[in-house]
Nanobody
C-alpha cells in the first residue's frame, strides 16, 4: 500500500487547513487509517483514526477542532483542521493499519501555525 499525503502549509492561528491522504495498491488489506503528527523534539503522536466502518477516534488535544473523514470511492482520507493553534505545528503523517501485513506510512506533510 502506498500513501500520498498533501495539504500542509503555513496558516495563522485560528485558521484552517485540510489534509488529504490518497491510498493505492492493496487497499483491501487496510482496516483503518489515521493521522499522526510529530513536532520538533517530540515523539510522534496520534491525532485521529477512522475505521473502514467509519468509526472515529481523536486525541483529546484536537477534539472539537479536527475532523477525520474518508471517501471510499477515491480511497482517500481527509483531516479537516479548524481553529489551528501554534502547538499544532508539526509534520503530519497518514498511516494505514493492515492487520495481516506491515502498516504503511505516508511521506509526511508540514503544517506550520503562526501566532
Amino acid at each position: 500500500v502506498q500513501l500520498q499525503a498533501s495539504g500542509g502549509g503555513l496558516v495563522q492561528a485560528g485558521g484552517s487547513l485540510r489534509l488529504s491522504c490518497a491510498a493505492s495498491g492493496r487497499i483491501f488489506t487496510i482496516n483503518a487509517m489515521g493521522w499522526y503528527r510529530q513536532a520538533p523534539g517530540k515523539q510522534r503522536e496520534l491525532v485521529a483514526t477512522i475505521t473502514t466502518r467509519g468509526s472515529t477516534n481523536y486525541a483529546d488535544s484536537v477534539k472539537g477542532r479536527f475532523t477525520i473523514s474518508r471517501d471510499n470511492a477515491k480511497n482517500t482520507v481527509f483531516l479537516q483542521m479548524n481553529n489551528l493553534k501554534p502547538e499544532d505545528t508539526a509534520v503530519y503523517y497518514c498511516k494505514a493499519n493492515r492487520p495481516l501485513y506491515s502498516d504503511s506510512w505516508g511521506q509526511g506533510t508540514l503544517v506550520t501555525v503562526s501566532s
